[in-house]
């Protein structure tokens, strides 16, 4: 199993919040506070029931590569446009 590393989830959130004050979607800036709220992405990211499921998930795709699957981790529009273009030229 190839597995791509992810960009740290924090950092683009502090620097939209403390940082730059840089409009978010529509002219939307993102506050501090909306992190409090049980629904914001880093608050589901850092919850122990998104951790589970990554942790199960690892352990699926893992047991799948040991029966032969070819199992392949993208991350990102981007990566899986050249994934797909090195799939298709091969």
Do not use: C, D
């Amino acid at each position: 199993m190839r597995e791509e590393p992810s960009p740290p989830p924090l950092r683009p959130g502090v620097q939209r919040v403390l940082v730059g004050r840089r409009p978010v979607y529509n002219g939307n800036v993102e506050q501090a506070s909306s992190w409090m709220r049980a629904s914001h992405p880093l608050r589901i990211v850092f919850s122990r029931e998104f951790t589970a499921k990554r942790r199960r998930t690892e352990q699926e795709l893992a047991e799948a590569a040991s029966l032969g699957v070819v199992v392949v981790r993208l991350r990102g529009a981007a990566r899986a446009s050249r994934w797909l273009a090195t799939q298709a030229s091969s």
